[in-house]
């Protein structure tokens, strides 16, 4: 009998020769059974930024989150690595909106600034940037529409400049979240011919046309002026449809896969994290964070307890690293934990 078969053995035996409170019975006890670590290392902390001097307001339906002009910047980043945190992903509001994004790949467009700005401020910290264009255009959709299509080729295009601006003005790491097909090899061929081949494509690879988006829309001004993007996003009903887009990004040169959003999906966290070898990020969107935070000011739960339930539940689903709004909140929880 292997000594599996004799655990499980031993496990049939069951009550009272089996009890499970006795490993739960101390506080050490349970730190040393525990088998899911959730750790700043894990997080990754996005950023809104915007034009304009002296701006740090608070983005009404996401309490805690603001919108920094560049200014702010350095005390926010310092503020970020003093807590350890390894890395922060972009969201820029630009100046003028229009039908293809002009600011996306401009050189002093709003990101591109704000990448050369932390990196001044901060070299150490790991920048990534949002290649995508609903922040930038007048439409709101996430590619070049013609006659109310959002068109894919065309748009591949623009993602390939997108990235090429980010990585010139020093981002570490892009992360094309368009939900076009062939985004990401048109990214990677886009950076390999600028000289960029060094640079990771973190890919939001099963990205789901989410109503978890919501806050994010407000803050980033980018809801679709017509329709919606259900003709790129995917339905939230499938599953296997995931696996082939995850496995598609990995062929187009995909460095790191992410799941998105997060809660409602853990099934497929733990899907994607069973069958690909690859690092797999997991984005705890808008509206998970609103959620918890609106309730918890509520007083109907409590919000560092449900907090760092949610972000265990994520990392025990399977995700190795988590875009969420709560990281800087996370770290300072964790670090009170472990004195
Ligand atoms: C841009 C983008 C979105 C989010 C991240 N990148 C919004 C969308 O697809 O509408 C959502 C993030 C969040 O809700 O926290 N394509």
């Known amino acids: 009998m292997t000594e599996i078969e004799e655990t499980s053995k031993a496990a049939e035996t069951g009550f009272p020769t089996v009890r499970m409170r006795r490993l739960r019975r101390t506080p050490a006890l ?4 525990r088998e899911t670590k959730l750790s700043v290392d894990d997080f990754i902390y996005p950023l809104f930024v915007v034009h304009g001097q002296d701006i740090r307001q608070e983005i009404s339906s996401m309490p805690g989150v603001y919108h920094l002009s560049l200014d702010q910047l350095p005390r926010e980043v310092n503020e970020i690595s003093a807590l350890d945190i390894p890395a922060v992903i ?21 990101i591109q600034e704000a990448v050369r700005t932390i990196k001044r401020a901060n070299p150490d910290l790991t920048v990534i940037t949002d290649v995508c264009m609903c922040e930038y255009t007048d439409h709101g959709h996430c590619g070049v529409v013609r006659d109310h299509q959002v068109l894919n080729d065309e748009t591949l295009t623009i993602y390939g400049r997108v990235a090429v601006s980010h990585a010139e003005a020093g981002a570490d790491m892009v992360a094309p979240s368009g939900m076009m097909d062939g985004q990401v090899g048109a990214v990677r061929h886009a950076l390999d011919g600028a ?9 939001y690879a099963a990205k789901y046309a989410s109503n978890f988006y919501g806050p ?15 003709s790129y996003q995917m339905d939230p009903a499938n599953a296997r449809m995931a696996l082939r887009e995850i496995a598609l990004d990995i062929q187009e040169g995909a460095d790191i896969v992410m799941v998105k959003p997060a809660l409602p999906y853990l099934d497929i966290i733990r899907q994607v994290r069973d069958r690909f070898p690859l690092p797999l990020a997991a984005y705890n969107v808008s509206g998970e964070y609103a959620m918890i935070k609106a309730a918890a000011r509520n007083g109907w739960l409590n919000e560092q307890g449900t907090a760092l339930e949610m972000l265990t539940g994520i990392k025990r689903a399977g995700a190795d690293l988590i875009l969420t709004y709560f990281a800087k909140d996370a770290a300072r929880w964790l670090s009170e934990q472990h004195g």
């Not at 349970?30 to 059974?33: D, E, K, L």
């Not at 969201?91 to 709003?110: R, S």
């Open 30 to 33: 349970r730190r040393m059974v």
């Open 90 to 110: 972009l969201f820029g509001i630009p100046a003028h909106k229009d039908p293809i994004g002009l600011e996306n790949f401009a050189e002093h467009g709003i």
């Open 195 to 203: 000289g960029f081949a060094q640079l990771p494509i973190l890919a």
């Open 216 to 230: 994010f829309r407000d803050a980033a001004q980018s809801p679709p002026q017509f329709g919606d993007r259900r």
